[in-house]
């Protein structure tokens, strides 16, 4: 069974920090979405890579796929507090789309 | 933002009674999903549908039913609920075969106690 592994859990910054966060599974990913949670919101999607060591930039959001796609990575540039929120990723392969547990972000004023 | 409404938003209700979640949705897309979220747990799939009276069991799928007698709306009904019940429920949609895209359009939740 895949699974997706993300790291950190949980992220407590400064403003203006940067910050990297990683999504890993023993398995190769067909695609790799981002998405993220705000307090009392449902998950609102960021991104989709698909391509071997693809990266994709939205603003001060990079998001990176590894060339075997088996891991992904998304850093924020000069965190904001509005950037505070849960970090999902998933997966869809063979037929099932599986969740991370996601990484919690606070970013202090 | 996808059009995706969900109702009630908050619900406390008693061990034992039935509880229906609503999903209606403005966009006219095909599938739809219903997932819950706990803490340690992330999200994890209950029921989804692919078209009108179309719909299949997700992971967690014991102790609810579904029903999808229009495009736009996707029932949730917990026939008697129980305390490990209680959770956030999310609806979500897609255009295209989601478990296929991973792309999908979430709803902001209905959050369920079950005392």
């Known amino acids: 069974t895949q699974l997706l592994e993300q790291s950190p859990q949980f992220l407590s910054i400064q403003e203006g920090e940067n910050l990297t966060v990683y999504c890993n599974s023993s398995?190769?990913?067909?695609?790799l979405q981002w998405y993220r949670q705000e307090p009392g919101e449902g998950p609102v999607l960021l991104v989709t890579?698909?391509?071997?060591?693809e990266v994709k930039k939205l603003k001060r959001l990079t998001f990176q796929f590894g060339d075997a796609r088996k891991d992904s990575s998304l850093h924020i540039t000069a965190a904001q507090p509005g950037d505070t929120g849960l970090y999902l990723c998933?997966?869809?392969?063979?037929?099932?789309?599986?969740f991370g547990q996601g990484t919690t972000l606070q970013v202090k004023p | 933002d996808a059009g995706i409404t969900q109702s009630p938003r908050h619900k406390v209700t008693e061990t034992g009674t039935p509880v229906t979640l609503r999903c209606h949705q403005t966009?006219?897309?095909?599938?739809m999903y219903w997932y819950r979220q706990d803490p340690g747990h992330g999200l994890r799939l209950i029921h989804y549908?692919?078209?009108?009276?179309?719909?299949d069991k997700g992971e967690v799928s014991d102790g609810y039913s579904v029903s999808r007698s229009k495009t736009e709306d996707f029932l949730l009904t917990l026939e008697s609920a129980t305390s490990s019940q209680t959770s956030v429920y999310f609806c979500?949609?897609?255009?295209?075969?989601?478990?296929?895209?991973?792309?999908?359009?979430f709803g902001e939740g209905s959050r369920l106690t079950v005392l």
């Open positions: 998933s997966s869809s392969n063979t037929g099932k789309l599986i």
């Open positions: 398995s190769v990913f067909s695609s």
């Open positions: 890579v698909v391509t071997g060591g």
């Open positions: 979500a949609i897609s255009e295209a075969g989601g478990f296929n895209t991973g792309e999908l359009f």
């Open positions: 966009e006219n897309h095909r599938y």
């Open positions: 549908s692919y078209g009108v009276k179309d719909t």
